[in-house]
């Protein structure tokens, strides 16, 4: 049997319906930042340090984000359904 569902929403309905974070202010504040920064030093910037305030608080919360993931994925195997 195959069962195909088409949800049509837009990006801002799926972030809300998955219950995540609107972060769009945030970024728009980030690159802000980041255009500010790159007109101030424009000879001889580096493009990683600019994201390196920003990288430090993300990278905890991808690692969280992966712990949670595979936590999620490892609670769902094992488990088998019986008939009979």
């Known amino acids: ?3 195909k569902i ?3 929403v837009t990006p801002e309905e799926m972030r809300k319906l998955l ?5 769009e202010a945030f970024q728009r504040q980030m690159l802000d930042d980041i255009r500010a920064r790159m ?3 424009a000879e ?3 493009p990683l340090k600019l994201f390196q305030p920003y990288l430090a608080g993300s990278l905890a ?3 969280l984000f992966q712990k949670m993931f595979s936590a999620a994925v490892g ?3 094992g488990q088998t359904k019986t008939s009979n």
């Open 44 to 46: 001889g910037y580096d």
């Open 61 to 63: 919360s991808w690692d």
């Open 6 to 8: 088409d949800i049509d």
């Open 75 to 77: 609670s769902g195997q």
């Open 39 to 41: 007109l101030e030093g």
């Open 1 to 3: 049997m195959n069962v």
């Open 19 to 23: 219950g995540l974070p609107d972060v």
